[in-house]
């Protein structure tokens, strides 16, 4: 369930009645929903523009569509509208949309995922850089990918040894290594580039 204050009500009125095309709502849905960096997203939606699957919310005067994907995101978060002397401010509080941190039954993989969304990405992210889960081994060995400016990157070694494998193996007691699966020689647009045009040995 979604709650819409009066106010922020009044606000998506007066925008759509503003634009003054017929049957006009508002669309809203999660981006990167169920990591540190998610965010909602709001726009106009006519009905040629939804997908069919949408979750609607029917409001005073106009519709809100919620995208199906976002649904479980979304739940329980509050639209409202704060007024200024100096203006308004559209506020959406969604306590779910970074997702929950998993349980104790929660599988290898869940943890391992959810350790590399919450901790390692949004530190590599400065440097354009992100990490992905390519495969757990059944002997405990986590297999990942470097993409962005790691992908190819002359420090992608250092940055595996001493910030990825310290902060898996610290949350994930079960992880026996870690080792990068990329193809290094291929990056496009690397952070640092590799002496020599080699790769960075990862052994």
């Not at 106010?7 to 998506?12: E, G, L, N, P, V």
């Not at 049957?23 to 849905?29: E, F, H, V």
Request: with cysteine; hydrophobic share 35%; charged share 25%.
């Amino acid at each position: 369930m979604i709650n819409i204050s009066e106010r922020a009500t009044q606000h998506f009125l007066k925008l759509i009645q503003q634009q003054g095309i017929d049957g006009l709502g508002i669309r809203l849905r999660a981006v990167k929903a169920g990591t540190p960096a998610a965010d909602c997203q709001l726009e106009f939606c006519e009905p040629a523009d939804l997908a069919g699957d949408e979750w609607t919310v029917e409001c005073r005067g106009f519709p809100l569509y919620v995208e199906a994907a976002s649904v479980v995101f979304l739940d329980a978060a509050e639209i409202d509208y704060d007024t200024s002397p100096t203006g308004g401010q559209l506020t959406i509080r969604a306590p779910r949309i970074k997702g929950e941190v998993p349980g104790e039954d929660a599988s290898l993989v869940e943890r391992v995922r959810y350790v590399i969304e919450t901790e390692i990405n949004p530190r590599v992210a400065s440097h354009g850089g992100r990490v992905s889960l390519d495969e757990i081994t059944a002997d405990g060995v986590v297999l990942l990918r470097f993409g962005g400016g790691c992908h190819g990157c002359g420090m992608a070694d250092v940055t595996l040894k001493h910030g990825v494998e310290k902060t898996l193996r610290e949350r994930v007691p079960e992880i026996t290594a870690v080792r990068d699966a990329t193809d290094h020689s291929s990056g496009e647009n690397p952070y640092f580039a590799a002496q020599d045009g080699g790769q960075s040995a990862l052994a």
